[in-house]
Structures are given as C-alpha cells and as structure tokens.
C-alpha cells in the first residue's frame, strides 16, 4: 500500500487526535465475513490503523460486543440494507432495521445518535443508493477498496459529493483480514473517542485514502469462503 504523506498523530492542530480508520468493516458476525474479532484487531494494527469501524450486515451486537472486549478503538456500526441500497450507520445507539427507504433509513439512523454514510453508491453486485444519495446523508464512500469497476465508482461519487457538499469517506468494505486497511478515512478528532470520531465526521474533518484491494487477496477470500461452506456440508 503506498503512503499517501499523512503521518499519524501529526495534524496541523497539536490540539487534535488524528484518527486513520477503515470506516467499513464486516466480521463474522456478517455471515459473509471471515474476520474474528481477533483477526479485526491484528490487521488493523499491522496496516497502520489506530481505529477501525464494525459495520456488520443488519445488525449491532457483535460491534458492541467488540468494542467492549479490546482496547482497541472500535467504532460500532452497522450496514443497513434499505429498501434503497446499503447505507453505514456508525454510532448508532440502538438496531437499524432493514426495509425501509432510505430517507426513512437516515432519519432513523439520526434519530438513534447515528452518523449516515452512503457506502458504495455505484458499483455492480452490491446494494447500491445510485440517485437515492441526497444531502442528508453525514457523507459519502468515495472510496470502497473492494468496488468494482474501481475507477469509474470512486469518479460517480466524488462527483455526488461535490454535487451535494458531502462530506467524503473511505473504507474497504473488508470480508477477510488481509483485505482490511486498503480504504481509510484520516479523521482529525477533538479526542480519543467514538463521539468525537463521529462528531468530526459529521463536520466534514476528515479525508478520503485508499486503493482496490489486490485480485490475489480477493480470490483467497472467496477460497477460504468456499471451502468454509464444503467443510459445513461434508459429511463428518
Ligand atoms: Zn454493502
Ligand atoms: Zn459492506
């Protein structure tokens, strides 16, 4: 992954905490996801992370559950699946549920403490918002590391946000440790907290990094994934 001349902890304010989160991260809390708590924790640290955010598929627990057990700095949240498209909500205090529009999905997510971001809006195979992205959304993933095709979602939704003065947020959408990392947010916080994480964020102090998660660690993903399933259904 190359440096992209952000140094850790060193921000123009001495005053400020700098965060460098992945603000999208699945774990096997997520059917899909072959990330452990353990595993969260290890690659965040490895790929030069002091913050990471849990954003499992409709549901809350396990971020919590997280936060409590590691030192770390865990940002619970959650991936809604509205009837609209996938939208994060970071810092929610109680479940989302799924179903409703997305309109409906940002205003519950506020009513619940909650920062709203519009998470891979144009890419192919996954629930995308598209022209459901408005500007009451906190901010917008120009940056998925795992969207395909890469370049022409990042291009789609740099040009939202700058349509709707959205505040522009990465992550990586991660399914499997060594996938983490390749999509961040820098995020210059007032403290070492997830409020203050989420109240900067909302205030548009933060910036957008990353690059496509390499093909080799996407198709050991799907290989682990697939033989996980035949494991489940060989006979024992
Ligand atoms: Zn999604
Ligand atoms: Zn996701």
């Known amino acids: 992954m190359s440096d992209n001349a952000?140094?850790?902890?060193?921000?123009?304010?001495?005053n400020k905490f700098q965060v460098?989160?992945?603000?999208?991260?699945?774990?096997?809390?997520?059917?899909?996801?072959?990330?452990?708590?353990?595993?969260?924790?290890?690659?965040?640290?490895?790929?030069?992370?002091?913050?990471?955010?849990?954003?499992?598929?409709?549901?809350?627990?396990?971020?919590y559950k997280i936060a409590k057990e590691t030192d770390f700095l865990v940002i619970p949240g959650m991936e809604v699946s509205s009837a609209d498209g996938h939208i994060v909500a970071l810092n929610v205090q109680e479940l989302i549920p799924r179903g409703f529009s997305a309109v409906e999905t940002v205003e519950r997510i506020h009513r619940a403490g909650g920062v709203a971001i519009a998470c891979h809006p144009y890419v192919y195979f996954k629930g995308c918002l598209r022209e459901k992205v408005s500007g009451t959304f906190d901010a917008i993933?120009?940056?998925?590391?795992?969207?395909?095709?890469?370049?022409?979602?990042?291009?789609?939704?740099?040009?939202?946000?700058?349509?709707?003065?959205l505040t522009r947020v990465a992550g990586t959408d991660a399914h499997y440790g060594s996938q983490i990392?390749?999509?961040?947010?820098?995020?210059?916080?007032?403290?070492?907290?997830?409020?203050?994480?989420?109240?900067?964020?909302?205030?548009?102090?933060?910036?957008?990094?990353?690059?496509?998660?390499?093909?080799?660690?996407?198709?050991?993903?799907?290989?682990?994934?697939?033989?996980?399933?035949?494991?489940?259904?060989?006979?024992?």
């Open 141 to 165: 993933e120009v940056i998925n590391a795992r969207a395909f095709p890469f370049k022409s979602s990042v291009k789609k939704a740099e040009e939202a946000a700058e349509r709707l003065k």
């Open 6 to 14: 952000v140094e850790l902890n060193k921000t123009k304010n001495p």
């Open 181 to 236: 990392g390749y999509g961040y947010t820098v995020i210059e916080a007032a403290e070492r907290s997830v409020e203050a994480i989420a109240k900067a964020i909302v205030d548009g102090h933060c910036q957008p990094f990353g690059q496509p998660v390499p093909p080799i660690i996407n198709l050991e993903q799907q290989f682990l994934r697939l033989r996980r399933i035949a494991k489940k259904f060989s006979p024992s």
């Open 20 to 63: 460098r989160a992945d603000l999208h991260v699945h774990t096997t809390f997520s059917k899909d996801s072959l990330i452990t708590p353990k595993d969260l924790v290890y690659y965040s640290k490895k790929r030069g992370l002091n913050a990471v955010a849990v954003t499992d598929h409709d549901q809350l627990e396990g971020a």
